[in-house]
């Protein structure tokens, strides 16, 4: 089955220092991977996604993520963190169900603190 | 912008209770979700509905229900409500899975 992981709980910077959120992935075939992003006491806001073509995927608020398929790896990555990037970071990926239909399958959550 | 809106923000019933949690969206889209949230587990999908009337479990549909009898409206229903339940709930609706799923700002449920 298809899975994603995000080995980081948490993840702590100090604003304006360059970030990543790790997330691997386990697939078969060619994945279709996602970021989203939740603010307190809110749903989750759609960041990115890989579908196929370049590697370097770039997305909302000057995020974008790198796609390597030798790692199975698709982090999340920002060039100048802010405070207001501190939320919870959510990959996934589009799993095959036994159906036959599709869905998300999204991994624990990276929580991301940026201080001041 | 697509607008997913959940009836209630927070919502305390008791258990033993049948509880009806509600979502609309209004970009006619017809890939609706429901997804539970806890801490250290993630995004788990309870149910999803593909078309008015269609539904197909998820991760974790035991002690769940769900309809659509209209595009724009997908309800989540709690039999018999029990502490486990206790949660937060998530509704999302996309036009198909290969475009971002928009997620409405979830009810916080609490059974006593």
């Known amino acids: 089955a298809q899975s994603v992981a995000q080995p980081e709980d948490q993840v702590n910077v100090a604003e304006g220092n360059p970030l990543t959120v790790k997330c691997t992935y386990s697939?078969?075939?060619?994945?279709?991977l996602f970021w989203y992003v939740q603010y307190p006491n809110r749903g989750l806001q759609f960041l990115l996604k890989?579908?196929?073509?370049?590697?370097l995927v770039k997305g909302s608020y000057g995020f974008e993520a790198e796609f390597n398929k030798s790692q199975t790896s698709f982090h999340l990555k920002k060039p100048s963190a802010l405070v207001s990037d501190s939320a919870l970071y959510f990959c996934?990926?589009?799993?095959?169900?036994?159906?036959?239909?599709?869905?998300?399958?999204f991994g624990t959550g990276t929580r991301l603190l940026v201080s001041p | 912008d697509v607008k997913v809106t959940q009836s209630s923000r927070y919502l305390v019933k008791r258990t033993g209770e049948k509880v009806f949690l509600e979502c609309v969206q209004d970009?006619?889209?017809?890939?609706m979700f429901w997804y539970r949230q806890d801490p250290g587990l993630g995004l788990r999908l309870i149910y999803f509905?593909?078309?008015?009337?269609?539904?197909e479990k998820g991760d974790i549909p035991e002690g769940y229900s769900v309809s659509r009898e209209k595009k724009e409206r997908f309800s989540l229903i709690l039999e018999s409500a029990s502490t486990n339940q206790t949660s937060m709930y998530l509704c999302?609706?996309?036009?198909?899975?290969?475009?971002?799923?928009?997620f409405g700002d979830g009810t916080r449920l609490s059974i006593l």
């Open positions: 999302a609706s996309s036009r198909d899975l290969n475009q971002p799923q928009h």
């Open positions: 890989y579908i196929t073509g370049d590697n």
């Open positions: 996934a990926v589009r799993s095959l169900m036994n159906t036959g239909f599709q869905k998300l399958v």
């Open positions: 697939v078969s075939g060619n994945p279709y």
């Open positions: 970009m006619d889209h017809e890939n």
């Open positions: 509905s593909y078309d008015v009337k269609m539904k």
